[in-house]
């Protein structure tokens, strides 16, 4: 697959993801269907951890979440990650637009990847 004939995926910048991973398509398919594979139970963990009050935790997977965006060029689901992140930071619960922005941009570029590459 050529730089060119990479699909476009709703919610990522797939040239800046390109540039990103050295203009190499396989790579930046690996990396996306890796970021699927990790993040595709997110929400589910993290609702247990806010849950159970454990903000630090939460905080630390929010903040994976916010840096492996950026890798593959969601920048606006990195820019909720980043929203999130500062009140678990600061050992409180976020309010639910806070999270409900984070949940719908995470769907949105899972659901991408998924279209993007189905197997």
Known sequence: ????N???IPGIDTE?????????PSLYEKVLRDFHTR????M??????LDSANYDEAAHRVHSAK???GTIGAGDLQDAARQLETPLRG???PDADQLGCF????????QGIRQAFPD
Not at 1 to 4: I, P
Not at 16 to 24: A, H, I, P, S, V
């Open 1 to 4: 697959m050529s730089t060119s």
């Open 6 to 8: 990479f699909p476009q």
């Open 16 to 24: 800046d993801g390109l540039l990103r991973m050295m203009n190499k």
């Open 39 to 42: 993040f595709i139970n997110e």
């Open 44 to 49: 589910a963990q993290l609702q247990a951890l």
């Open 67 to 69: 840096g492996l965006a």
């Open 91 to 93: 050992g409180q619960a």
């Open 103 to 110: 949940a719908a941009e995470l769907a949105r570029v899972l």
